[in-house]
């Protein structure tokens, strides 16, 4: 799995999410400046070809977009000005970037094709005809 160490300096963290082996970012602002915040999800013990697996992995990525588009775990960290939108944005790069079946399925649940569309996750045409 790829991973990308965090630089600190001015009481900032620079870096990238890395998602099921793709990276994602969530901006937040420390100080007034705007920073990227890290998080690092594995798919350590799950089996991805198992809707069981891929649920747990959508768990992971659900709750590392939350962290970084919040308060990215740091105290002198504030909020993105618009943490559902943040949010939104990194959950969707991860599901595209990631491009399983199934962890495109359990989003579909919860998100409308056009939403899937806009961020750039592929589905088949089936699901879109539903």
């Not at 160490?5 to 620079?14: Q, W």
């Not at 960290?77 to 079946?101: F, M, Q, T």
């Not at 199934?102 to 579909?108: A, E, G, N, S, V």
Request: net charge positive; proline share 4%; hydrophobic share 40%.
């Amino acid at each position: 799995m790829y991973t990308k160490t965090a630089c600190m300096g001015a009481r900032a963290v620079l870096g990238a999410v890395v998602i099921a082996g793709t990276l994602f970012a969530g901006n937040v602002s420390a100080n007034g400046a705007q920073v990227t915040v890290s998080y690092r999800v594995t798919t350590q013990g799950l089996d991805l070809s198992q809707p069981a697996g891929a649920y747990q992995l959508y768990l992971r990525i659900h709750h590392a977009a939350w962290i970084v588009c919040t308060h990215g775990m740091r105290v002198d960290l504030e909020p993105s000005r618009d943490p559902k939108g943040c949010y939104e944005k990194a959950l969707g790069e991860a599901i595209r970037s990631a491009n399983l079946p199934l962890l495109t399925q359990i989003y579909l649940k919860d998100h409308t094709t056009q939403e899937a569309a806009a961020r750039g996750i592929n589905f088949p045409v089936q699901i879109a005809a539903k």
